[in-house]
């Protein structure tokens, strides 16, 4: 990511042994220009005074990195997103998971209680009540067991998903090497 900052500031690429500096709006001015020739050159991609090719291979040079940076960009958001999700997916489990023994030790009451009803009638209630809360709780259990499945799911993607954010890193060291051994050539 250190890559990234440095795209906001100057950098040097060459071409045919000349050495050129540019900046994030990608505008290269040969170096050691006069202030006019610089401003001339600044409103073009190069040195006007450089070959076509050294011109494309500056701009090809700019393009790949802008692909490369948005990629990685778009890619970062991918992870974020599915990195959230998964939070989200645990955070629930947890509280479902937490409120197990209260559910367990509320149905042991309502048994209990029914079986101590005075009358039939509240007896009925009270076993209508336990029907209720039992499929509440087949319901929770379920919706748990969902939650479990989605959590591997995320858990699968997530990997997949931060493995190719590793190789797109990779690959914008890799242009920054090529970039680098560029400037290098012409020291």
């Known amino acids: 990511m250190d890559f990234l900052k440095s ?7 060459t071409c045919n042994n000349q050495l050129y500096v540019g900046s994030n709006n990608h505008r290269m001015s040969r170096s050691g220009a006069s202030g006019r020739e610089a401003s001339a050159s600044n409103n073009s991609y190069g040195d006007p005074t450089a070959s076509p090719g050294c011109r494309r291979e500056v701009q090809a040079n700019t393009s790949r990195l802008q692909i490369a940076i948005e990629r ?13 999700q998964l939070q989200q997916t645990q955070n629930e489990t947890q509280m479902l998971k937490s409120s197990q023994p209260q559910m367990e030790e509320q149905t042991k ?75 290098l050539a012409v020291n």
């Open 7 to 13: 795209l906001f500031t100057p950098s040097i690429i």
């Open 109 to 183: 009451q309502m048994e209990n209680q029914i079986g101590q009803a005075q009358t039939e009638e509240h007896r009925s209630m009270m076993q209508a009540q336990f029907k209720e809360f039992k499929n509440n709780l087949a319901q929770q259990v379920q919706r748990e067991t969902q939650l479990e499945d989605l959590q591997t799911k995320l858990m699968a993607q997530l990997q997949a998903e931060r493995s190719k954010l590793v190789e797109l890193n990779n690959q914008l060291d890799s242009l920054q090497r090529e970039m680098e051994s560029q400037q």
């Open 72 to 84: 990685l960009r778009r890619q970062q958001e991918q992870v974020d997103r599915l990195a959230a």
